[in-house]
């Protein structure tokens, strides 16, 4: 079966996690749309900074704290978009400062941004994460 965050070695894999409600049983989704047609770029950045925020909490919840994270590595991005939309990396920002304004340092990353026609329960946003941390 799937999990949230498979470890190899010093390295953390994290299953890409949507802008939802994880106090929910349904995990619901809090932004819904897409990118150039239900949302603005900043609607989809808070989305994005949504998604970071599960991101942190799935690695906490694995490893007991975020002091363990070495620094982060490689994130992902998918952006559900409109056909004329092309600001998907605007949208990955809202993730990208929000791993800088919690891990400062360790928190930059390589980064892709791609966009896509749709994504699960019509979530604007999900990303993944590879982190390397202190074994």
């Given at each position: 079966g799937v999990v949230a965050v498979r470890q190899c070695g010093d390295l953390l894999f994290v299953s890409g996690h949507g802008p939802t409600d994880q106090t929910t049983p349904e995990d619901t989704p809090v932004y819904t749309g897409k990118l150039g047609a239900d949302l603005s770029v900043e609607q989809g950045y808070q989305a994005a900074r949504l998604c970071g925020i599960n991101l942190l909490a799935a690695i906490?919840?694995?490893?007991?704290?975020?002091?363990?994270?070495?620094?982060?590595?490689?994130?992902?991005?998918?952006?559900?978009?409109?056909?004329?939309?092309?600001?998907?990396?605007?949208?990955?920002?809202?993730?990208?400062?929000?791993?800088?304004?919690?891990?400062?340092?360790?928190?930059?990353?390589?980064?892709?941004?791609?966009?896509?026609?749709?994504?699960?329960?019509?979530?604007?946003?999900?990303?993944?994460?590879?982190?390397?941390?202190?074994?």
């Open positions: 906490r919840d694995y490893l007991g704290d975020l002091d363990r994270i070495e620094y982060l590595v490689k994130a992902f991005g998918l952006v559900a978009s409109s056909p004329e939309f092309f600001d998907q990396p605007a949208v990955m920002h809202g993730f990208s400062d929000l791993m800088v304004e919690v891990l400062g340092e360790r928190g930059q990353h390589a980064r892709s941004a791609m966009g896509t026609c749709c994504l699960p329960r019509n979530i604007p946003v999900e990303v993944e994460l590879v982190a390397k941390i202190r074994t």
